[in-house]
């Protein structure tokens, strides 16, 4: 993928997510553009509407939200490299946003705006059936995500974090990988301790 250009990565990615024909696609391409960010930029803001999809062909994003009363940041996404990110409810509704995007490293982000993609829905029934498909996932994704919050043990949350986002230990703080897993840093630093003993046995 390295040697692709930004766009043939795109179109990789939504021909095997939806089946797009190339002609289809080829409908999109004057509405993306490319944005690099600096780490600790925002993609979204807290009260903004998130007016973008985007496509993450490098580096780390956070979905995150402030909790005023006890002045503490809860990680709720992460994003990496070959995944669609938008904050969604948002993007769907063009209202403002409770949480903020931030990028977490270095990153570059092919974006497209709502209107864009909404004039393609309109002109294609390929895009269209990209929206469908694109809209199953999130909640199929957010639906997954409950559940693994609710049943699955912090190791287990932490084994599959590792196995969706490989990239997130070596370059995210501690702090906020315990704060997605829905515990504190100690408990973290214990489960890493002994998985570790485990793959030196």
């Known amino acids: 993928m390295e040697d ?12 095997g997510m939806s089946g797009m024909s190339p002609e289809a696609f080829e409908l999109s391409v004057p509405y993306w553009q490319l944005k690099t960010y600096k780490k600790g930029e925002f993609y979204n803001e807290y009260k903004n509407v998130c007016r973008h999809l985007g496509f993450v062909l490098s580096g780390i994003f956070r979905i995150y939200k402030y909790e005023e009363l006890k002045q503490t940041e ?5 994003f990496t490299s070959g995944q669609l990110m938008t904050s969604y409810r948002s993007f769907l509704n ?3 946003c409770e949480y903020f995007t931030e990028s977490m490293t270095a ?4 974006y497209i705006h709502h209107e864009q993609l909404q004039q393609l829905y309109k002109e ?23 559940e693994t919050q609710l049943f699955l043990t912090p190791e287990e949350r932490y084994t599959m974090l590792l ?7 070596s370059n995210v703080p501690l702090y906020h990988i315990a704060s997605y ?3 504190e840093g100690p408990s973290l630093s214990r489960i890493r301790k002994r998985m570790q003993q485990a793959a030196a046995k």
């Open 4 to 15: 692709l250009s930004p766009m043939q990565q795109l179109e990789i990615y939504i021909q």
């Open 74 to 78: 809860k990680n709720m996404l992460f």
């Open 94 to 96: 063009q209202v403002a």
């Open 107 to 110: 990153s570059e982000v092919l």
């Open 124 to 146: 294609s029934h390929e895009w269209e059936r990209f929206g469908r498909i694109y809209t199953e996932r999130v909640l199929d994704g957010l639906l997954h995500h409950t």
């Open 163 to 169: 196995q969706q986002h490989p990239d997130v230990a």
């Open 181 to 183: 897993l829905g515990i």
